[in-house]
């Protein structure tokens, strides 16, 4: 199997721009780093796909701190899964702790 990417990066104050102009003009774009300020912007556009069932039928969603994985879910449906996170992983686990 060969499989070519094709890596595109681009300045953060024209990111958000340039990925929009290629969703909107209905460039193929397959995965998406993008910055979780803009995610129900982009899941309200219709931009991101409904991976609910997926989701479901991987069965890991509990590997995953519970923010993290809310900050995925638009509507109730899950159309990302956070690759990383900051710091705001570490205060919720220790509010958590705390109570």
Known sequence: ME??????QSPYNQTRTHILS???NQNPVDIISLDQVWFGEFAQKGYQTD??????????ISD?????????????????IWAW???RG???WKDLLNR
């Open 22 to 24: 290629a969703l909107g």
């Open 51 to 60: 991976i609910t069932n997926r989701v479901q039928s991987w069965g890991r």
């Open 64 to 80: 995953w701190y519970p923010t993290n994985f809310a900050g995925g879910v638009y509507n109730g449906k899950v159309h990302a």
């Open 3 to 8: 499989i070519n990417i094709n890596f595109v």
């Open 90 to 92: 570490i205060w919720y």
């Open 85 to 87: 996170t900051d710091v």
